[in-house]
C-alpha cells in the first residue's frame, strides 16, 4: 500500500490488514491475548494493526500472523484472495 494517508484507487478497492485480520480472528473466536500468545506478537501490536493504527506492518510482525492463519504476507495484505494455502 502507499505510504501515507491516501490509498490508490486499486489499494481502496483491497481489503486492509485490519479487516482481514479482524475477519479471521472472529472466524477462529481468538482475542488479541490469544493471538498474542499463540504468535509471540506483543498484544498492543495486534491491536494496532486491527484498528488501522498501524497501516503497513513490517512483512517481519505479519509473518507469523500468516503462518498461524496459514496464509502467505501477500493475502494477509488483501494483495491475493484469503484461501487458505494449505
Excluded: H
Excluded at 482481514?20 to 506483543?42: H, K, V
Excluded at 517481519?60 to 493475502?75: M, V
Amino acid at each position: 500500500m502507499t505510504k501515507g494517508l491516501r490509498r490508490t484507487p486499486w489499494e481502496a478497492s483491497m481489503p486492509t490488514v485490519a479487516e482481514i485480520l479482524t475477519m479471521l480472528m472472529a472466524r477462529e473466536g481468538l482475542s488479541d491475548n490469544e493471538l498474542a500468545e499463540r504468535t509471540n506478537i506483543p498484544q498492543p501490536t495486534i491491536s494496532r494493526i486491527k484498528s488501522g493504527d498501524s497501516r503497513d506492518p513490517r512483512d517481519s510482525t505479519l509473518r507469523p500472523l500468516a503462518k498461524y492463519f496459514r496464509l502467505s504476507i501477500s493475502q494477509l495484505r488483501g494483495m491475493f484472495p484469503c484461501q487458505r494455502t494449505r
